[in-house]
T-cell receptor, first 113, second 118 residues
Framework: EADIYQTPRYLVIGTGKKITLECSQTMGHDKMYWYQQDPGMELHLIHYSYGVNSTEKGDLSSESTVSRIRTEHFPLTLESARPSHTSQYLC????????????FGSGTRLTVV | AQSVTQLDSHVSVSEGTPVLLRCNYSSSYSPSLFWYVQHPNKGLQLLLKYTSAATLVKGINGFEAEFKKSETSFHLTKPSAHMSDAAEYFCVVSPSNFINFGNEKLTFGTGTRLTIIP
């Protein structure tokens, strides 16, 4: 039973479109993350947040942006999608009291044509 | 379907002695395998990865892992533990090609907490 939800699960969209990938968690976790992963490859951290109104860029440069207006919600936006953005995007959360371990969402598989 | 089992939830070793963190996997497809480390209040950091090339994989900070298909294992080792190695370690399996990507998600092990005794 998932406590972190990502929508949509799959998305095929044309070049130049604006898209928002949704991520919500019901666990009250203060830390949230966005990872990008290509098939068979490692995760790359692209954004993270330590709480409301806190957002930081991750290790991998990304043209996407994020916001954290509410604890439970951490959406990722691409203003103008390009084929190079085709990838899987994984949202995760953890809590300050849970030093180790994450809860991951099921991911959004994005294809830009 | 795929799964990962990290056989030890907690491992303690003395500084300067070898480290062994065990991971067994199952996968319907040819997998990619990874080890990640997480230090307190940090994001995941990739230690090493296996993607169907050499079965003995060397990573950062002196870690290495060997892919053994016959044993479905991908154990992580280091010859000599350092205090800075104390962290949580995750074994991860992932489908290795686009065809299967939509049907399988990234699967994490439950983690092994490594404690180093001075």
């Amino acid at each position: 039973e998932a406590d972190i939800y990502q929508t949509p699960r799959y998305l095929v969209i044309g070049t130049g479109k604006k898209i928002t990938l949704e991520c919500s968690q019901t666990m009250g976790h203060d830390k949230m993350y966005w990872y990008q992963q290509d098939p068979g490859m490692e995760l790359h951290l692209i954004h993270y947040s330590y709480g409301v109104n806190s957002t930081e860029k991750g290790d991998l440069s990304s043209e996407s942006t994020v916001s954290r207006i509410r604890t439970e919600h951490f959406p990722l936006t691409l203003e103008s999608a390009r084929p190079s953005h085709t990838s899987q995007y994984l949202c995760a959360s953890s809590t300050r009291g849970q030093v180790y371990g994450y809860t991951f969402g099921s991911g959004t598989r994005l294809t830009v044509v | 379907a795929q799964s990962v089992t990290q056989l030890d939830s907690h491992v303690s070793v003395s500084e300067g002695t070898p480290v062994l963190l065990r991971c067994n996997y199952s996968s319907s497809y040819s997998p990619s395998l990874f080890w990640y480390v997480q230090h307190p209040n940090k994001g995941l950091q990739l230690l090493l990865k296996y993607t169907s090339a050499a079965t003995l994989v060397k990573g950062i900070n002196g870690f290495e892992a060997e892919f053994k298909k016959s044993e479905t294992s991908f154990h992580l080792t280091k010859p000599s533990a350092h205090m800075s190695d104390a962290a949580e370690y995750f074994c991860v399996v992932s489908p290795s090609n686009f065809i299967n990507f939509g049907n399988e998600k990234l699967t994490f092990g439950t983690g092994t907490r490594l404690t180093i005794i001075p």
